[in-house]
């Protein structure tokens, strides 16, 4: 199956090549002079190798210690080139998808993940011959070998084929031929479900990629004449944020030995968003949550342990807690990393009295904004969830 599908992406890529020249030569015909080409997005495509080394984060997934993972990835970018884009962030980013393999190692444990979604890479400084950047990817990834009690209680690292797949790295840009560029990066890799069906202790890697990217037309930086920026001639944004989200999470059932199943988690949080700079803002907030994972423990405890009778009570599922951090101000959508601690949690299913929350939302319509939430404690995800903002600027 590793070589099936390492064939099948090489053969896709190499099968493009004769469309590239020709798309090249084209383009070569029809502008002999780049200060005729009209300025429109670049369109790139890629192929990348990856090796990894697993990392066992905790005890219950400590056999991956060792595992190397190898994958292959077949990338479309679009490389933005606007007024707009670059009032935004003063940059020329590349946006686009995705789709890999990935051959864990471990098959007999872990097996095969074939996955797929969006990228998005931010060039630091402007288009040269040698450019550093960061590159952030976020799927989802079907996995072969989930966790199951009786034919396959070794796997602890997920419990579902569908998982979600992020990835964040950094690396080094620069051309090696005409058309054709080579990228090196190092990153940090993660596939689980978010804590919908535990066992959820992920799969985790670090990675070392090499890949080629080719332009299938020329990329156009051209000269700005921007009379009014409004960075630099409006007040810096500020919003009131009001935010409801809903989600769902694993009982925790390995923990307390309920049986396996689902909990809503919903809540509302208040933020206040304060630009600093171009492309980010600081984040202050506070957030009030339902824990629906208390009622199947309160369940589970009064039925095998009725001797206790702090579970005889009414439960009571609300926790209280602020939040800071920052966001990421790009353009209609907005990247934001927070961190939260607990004043009021009365009922404890968890040791960790702080949290981290990562967010991605877009701009709808008008002041109303939509996207995903995701939280975990360190290095253990809590829940997935969706949000609907309204902002008041």
């Known amino acids: 199956m590793c070589r099936f599908s390492f064939k099948v992406l090489i053969t896709v890529f190499i099968s493009v090549l004769p469309l590239m020249a020709q798309i090249e030569q084209e383009n070569n015909q029809i502008n002999s002079d780049p200060s005729e080409y009209k300025i429109e997005p670049g369109k790139i495509l890629g192929l990348t190798f990856l090796t990894g080394y697993m990392i066992p984060h905790s005890m219950e997934v ?31 980013p590349r946006f686009g998808f995705f789709l890999s393999y990935y051959h864990l190692d471990l098959v007999d444990l872990l097996g095969h993940s074939f996955s797929g979604g969006l990228n998005f890479t931010y060039f630091l400084g402007l288009p040269k011959d040698f450019n550093f950047h960061l590159k952030g990817k976020a799927g989802l990834a079907y996995l072969t070998k989930p966790h199951d009690k009786i034919n396959h209680p070794r796997n602890w690292s997920y419990a579902t084929h569908l998982n979600f797949f992020l990835s964040a790295g950094a690396g080094v840009t620069f051309p090696i031929y005409k058309q054709t560029e080579l990228q090196i ?44 920026d409004p960075y630099l001639t409006s007040p810096k944004k500020t919003r009131w944020d009001f935010s409801f989200s809903y989600g769902i999470s694993s009982n925790n059932f390995n923990i307390f030995g309920s049986p396996p199943g689902q909990v809503p988690m ?13 492309i980010l803002a600081l984040l202050f907030g506070a957030e ?21 009778e702090q579970y005889h009570k009414e439960p009571n599922p609300w926790r209280f807690s602020l939040l800071g951090g920052f966001e990421f101000l790009m353009g209609k959508t907005l990247l934001s990393v927070q961190f939260g601690g607990y004043l009021y949690m009365p009922f404890r299913d968890i040791e960790d009295r702080t949290y981290q929350r990562w967010g991605l939302v877009y701009n709808i319509f008008d002041d109303f904004y939509a996207g995903m939430n995701f939280k975990s404690y360190r290095n253990s995800a809590d829940h997935f969830s969706l949000r609907l903002t309204y902002s008041i600027r």
């Open 62 to 92: 400590n056999n991956v210690r060792g595992a190397n993972p190898r994958g292959i990835e077949l990338a479309y970018y679009n490389h933005l080139n606007s007024d707009d884009v670059w009032l935004d962030c003063e940059c020329y």
């Open 266 to 278: 919903y809540g509302f949080t208040v933020n206040r968003s304060i630009q600093t700079f171009r």
């Open 185 to 228: 990066e190092i990153s940090m890799n993660h596939q689980s479900n978010a804590a919908y069906l535990e066992p959820n202790g992920g799969v985790n890697y670090w990675g070392l990629s090499a890949g080629l990217n080719y332009k299938l037309n020329p990329v156009i930086y051209p000269v700005r004449h921007i009379e009014n």
């Open 288 to 308: 009030i949550e339902r824990n629906g994972r208390v009622f199947p423990i309160y369940r589970f405890f009064r039925e095998h342990y009725p001797e206790r």
